[in-house]
Every structure is written in structure tokens, then in C-alpha cells.
């Protein structure tokens, strides 16, 4: 198992993109993306999150509901983010 033996997440006015993310947790960074596909939503959606871009500290997971098919992401992704709080 790789160690990481800096903290090179010291500034905290720097946020974390994906390339410092990748640089900082080496071959770790795939469970760090892995951890958003294990949220069982659908592939279109991910794919969406991922490329969006941060607005400051935060990843925008917008959602434009226009029928009943996107309700099972919308809710998972809220599940979720209850849970963190």
C-alpha cells in the first residue's frame, strides 16, 4: 500500500482539482473516483458530474427534471448528501 509521508493539501485557499487530486493520492485516486459510481447512478449522469467544472470549492450537480426517469438519480444523489451532514 502506498504511503503518503507530505501533506500537500496544506493551503486552504487552494482547492483540490482533479489533476492535484490524482498527483496527491497516486494509485488511490481510482477508489476516489470509484466511491461516485457506487452511488448507482445512471452512467449519463455521471458522466455528466464529472465534467463539470468546480465553482469554487464545490462540483455543481444540477438537475433539470423534465420527466419521472430522472427522479431515481435526483433522490439518490440527496440520499447521499443527507448522510454526510
Do not use: W
Amino acid at each position: 500500500m502506498e504511503q503518503i509521508n507530505t501533506i500537500a493539501l496544506a493551503d486552504p485557499a487552494l482547492y483540490p482539482d482533479t489533476a492535484l487530486l490524482q498527483e496527491v493520492l497516486g494509485d488511490s485516486f481510482k477508489t476516489y473516483q470509484d466511491a461516485l459510481k457506487s452511488l448507482a447512478l445512471s452512467p449519463a449522469r455521471i458522466e455528466l458530474i464529472v465534467s463539470e467544472k468546480n465553482v469554487g470549492k464545490s462540483r455543481p450537480c444540477t438537475f433539470d427534471i423534465k420527466d419521472s426517469s430522472m427522479l431515481h438519480d435526483f433522490e439518490t444523489i440527496i440520499k447521499y448528501k443527507l448522510s454526510i451532514l
